[in-house]
């Protein structure tokens, strides 16, 4: 290796945002300058996960982990780390509540318990250099298949691997590839599932910009198993960078006859083609998405016949998920027995986690099937931020449900999960604290749910129409005692009458928090009053006179005006003026601390005087 | 006028005339002219030889398209569950307030428009605004009050900088 060392600068798209770009090139910059340009050589890499503390840089081969750098910091890192040899300790992570910052990636707790088989590249390779990927076992997996393996062979691996499909329902991937190999019916197609629509989950977006080769190279394998030449690639429009670097795939691996036709010389060909979504929740349902590739409206239709019997244009059609694909190769090159080493019973290998909302460590995170919850949100995730309680974590997006805190123990698997009253989902996971309102959670992802029912069906068009209409009712202080049992009633009706699974699941959000928060609900009806502070029609801020200063500063950013007061005088919040955006509780000094959130009757009302996190 | 037409046009051939790229045309057609005209509806169904009435039950499906024109700025708040629970209900709200007008409108002057979005996939920024394609984590009142200085229409030239 030419070079003594490498800074590997991750480039997904929490880092961009943070300035990775100008960030890579101030390294570069200040490395030519200080005449080390033949010795270190800076690379961008996809995602590292740990999205919260970027811009993340990586020496290598130390394996030193910088976090949250700027571009003035640069000069001062390359000196002492590069030249002197001394990293640089104010520049590494340093676990909450703890003082003493952890140098290498291999020991932060984020890291340290996951168990990468599809990020396995993650943070190490340029997504846009093919050679990086194959340098790393890449193409591997597809050479042994197209090689040295019949259709039949593929099959048998995979299914007795037991992947599952890891966009939320969990099928078995395997079973799912033998029914469309079954049809006579020709051409058959291939679709890659990228329509990453659930709010809070973004795995699939991190894979295809920061391993598109994997996710590539597992469709080509289902292709030969099935019998397809021509696959599909649906990607979400909202993630310009994943439909860029899959692009770059494309032509890399049609340029090394990796795709294509003739590929390796074994006469096999097989085809791919980006085709962007257009920004609608339900084409990620298979049939709609089939519909939306097809130039329609994304209307799902009834099942059966199945995709894989009557799919793309009426053809045998497999439509398998970013991360089921990505986990393909892995499977052939290392065998069944090793993936079905990893996880449960009924459950395979590994899941990808958006492991976000109130916690410290936010991030994505692979870990094995069957870890239990709690070593997720507190062990990886390193507990909740302010000294705040976790109350629950959301799984499965809109389709999912929340869990308690008894249920922390749960071991994470497709059928614990859904008999918690969750679900796998595409495996957003959003922890809440005692700030989070479980009946507002639940209004949020039936609004969710109705705004984006295509309306084909009358239960899902109507009944989450109904639904948010009851919840708004009870956030908004106006919910009655028969709520409860109405809101319960319509969700059967939703969840029984629905055409596809959006509607199916779509009452899940209202159920579990119902099943575990009952309480909440009853609060807001009887007591008319929000125990988390959040729903504004039941709460009220007040200056508390006693710790007041009088400093003018919530005076001013107030956006209707609403307080009057002198410089040194107790201010004052004109109720009726109020608009509760909290923008007095957030601006009061934290030394102060006089703006105090109520709820219910003033005289056994809750206090909060916590603002809402700011940057550190 | 024509020169609309023709973008249409070109844009319909590079896609060979295939009607099942309906909605890949409409996507490069409001790439390059912001949104979508009912005139370039028209366009795209003669040349595709479809009806009218599918091209607009497509184009009225999907919420990338948009059937009116979009203003010079574009601020889009971010709506998914990560922003929710870190308070982007109330990033919106001031947004409304500060550009006057409601999200999916545009501003009279065609200054702004502003745009909710159910999720950007970067919720470990939460929450999360995007002006003019760059992205804003950790959003706050008066973090927003920052990023829309740099896009005041008379400071216009100096967007960027941060």
């Known amino acids: 290796m030419p070079y003594r060392s490498h800074l590997l600068v991750c480039a997904g798209t929490g880092c961009v945002s943070c300035g990775a770009f100008p960030l890579k090139e101030a390294l570069e910059k200040e490395i030519a300058r200080r005449g080390l340009g033949s010795e270190i050589l800076v690379v961008t890499t996809g995602c590292n996960g740990f999205c919260e503390r970027g811009p993340i840089v990586m020496v290598h081969p130390e394996g030193i982990f910088y976090q949250r750098l700027k571009v003035e910091d640069v000069p001062f890192l390359v000196e002492e780390h590069l030249i002197k040899g001394r990293p640089v300790q104010k520049f590494m992570y340093v676990p909450p509540e703890e003082k003493r910052p952890v140098p290498k990636m291999a020991d932060i707790e984020f890291f340290k318990h996951q168990r990468l088989i599809v990020l396995r590249n993650r943070g190490r390779i340029d997504p846009e250099r093919i050679e990086e990927y194959i340098a790393y076992d890449g193409y591997d997996g597809m050479a042994k298949a197209l090689t040295s393996m019949t259709p039949e062979e593929i099959l048998a691996e995979v299914t007795a691997a037991g992947l599952r499909g890891r966009g939320g329902a969990g099928f078995l991937t395997g079973r799912k590839w033998e029914l469309c190999r079954r049809e006579k019916a020709t051409p058959k197609y291939l679709i890659c599932n990228g329509d990453e629509g659930d709010p809070g989950a973004f795995m699939d977006r991190s894979v295809l910009e920061a391993d598109p080769h994997a996710v590539l190279e597992g469709m080509v394998i289902g292709a030969k198993a099935i019998g397809a030449e021509k696959g599909f690639a649906y990607i979400r429009d909202e993630y310009p960078l994943a439909v860029k670097r899959m692009g770059i795939a494309i032509e890399q691996a049609r340029g090394l006859g990796l795709l294509g036709s003739d590929i390796l010389g074994t006469g096999f060909n097989f085809d791919l083609e980006i085709v962007r979504g257009a920004g609608a929740f339900v084409s990620g349902e298979e049939t709609a998405l089939i519909a939306s590739i097809e130039g329609q409206r994304a209307y799902p239709r009834q099942r059966p016949p199945y995709p894989a019997q009557h799919g793309l244009w009426g053809k045998p059609t497999v439509i398998n998920n970013v991360e089921t694909w990505a986990n393909v190769p892995s499977i052939i090159r290392r065998g069944a027995a090793w993936f079905s080493g990893l996880g449960t019973e009924k459950s395979k290998g590994t899941k990808i986690f958006s492991l976000v909302g109130k916690i410290n460590n936010t991030g994505l995170v692979e870990v094995p099937m069957g870890i239990r919850l709690q070593e997720i949100v507190y062990g990886i995730g390193g507990g909740i931020p302010a000294g705040r309680d976790f109350k629950a974590v959301q799984i499965g997006g809109p389709s999912g449900g929340c869990i308690p805190k008894e249920h922390l123990d749960l071991p994470v698997d497709y059928e614990s999960l859904t008999q918690a009253g969750a679900m796998m989902g595409s495996g957003g996971m959003i922890v809440m604290d005692e700030d989070t309102c479980m009946v507002d959670i639940a209004l949020y992802f039936l609004r969710f749910t109705q705004e984006e029912s295509c309306g084909k069906c009358a239960p899902c068009r109507i009944g989450t129409r109904q639904m948010a209409e009851i919840l708004a009712r009870i956030t908004g202080g106006e919910g009655s005692d028969e709520d409860l049992e109405k809101l319960e009633r319509l969700a059967r009706a939703v969840k029984q009458g629905s055409l596809c699974g959006l509607g199916q699941t779509a009452p899940n959000p209202v159920l579990s928090t119902l099943r575990y928060f009952r309480d909440e609900y009853v609060a807001h009806i009887t007591g008319r009053s929000c125990p988390a502070l959040v729903c504004k029609n039941l709460i009220a801020y007040y200056v508390e006179p006693e710790k007041c200063v009088g400093c003018l500063l919530c005076l001013k950013n107030c956006p209707v005006n609403a307080i009057a007061g002198e410089f040194k005088k107790v201010h004052v919040i004109d109720q009726d003026a109020c608009i509760k955006c909290g923008a007095c509780l957030n601006v009061c000094p934290a030394k102060v601390r006089a703006v105090s959130k109520y709820t219910g009757e003033k005289g056994r009302a809750i206090n909060s005087g916590l603002p809402r996190q700011e940057p550190s | ?162």
């Open chain 2, 1 to 162: 006028m024509s020169s609309e037409l023709s973008l249409v046009q070109r844009i319909v051939s590079q896609h060979h005339h295939r009607k099942r790229s309906l909605i890949p045309i409409l996507q490069d057609v409001q790439g390059r002219s912001q949104w979508l005209s009912p005139e370039t509806l028209d366009e795209v169904a003669r040349e595709l030889d479809i009806p009218p009435a599918h091209v607009y039950s497509v184009a009225t499906f999907y919420k990338s398209f948009s059937l009116s024109p979009r203003g010079r700025h574009i601020c889009t708040v971010c709506m998914g569950t990560a922003c929710h629970v870190r308070g982007g209900a109330a990033i919106l709200e001031h947004f409304e307030r500060r550009l006057g007008i409601k999200a999916g409108e545009t501003s009279s002057d065609r200054e702004y428009t502003l745009e909710r979005v159910n999720c950007l996939g970067a919720c470990a920024l939460a929450p999360l605004a995007v002006v003019d394609g760059r992205y804003y984590g950790q959003m706050s009142e008066t973090k927003a009050n920052q990023v829309l200085e740099t896009v005041k229409p008379s400071k216009a030239g100096r967007r960027g900088d941060r």
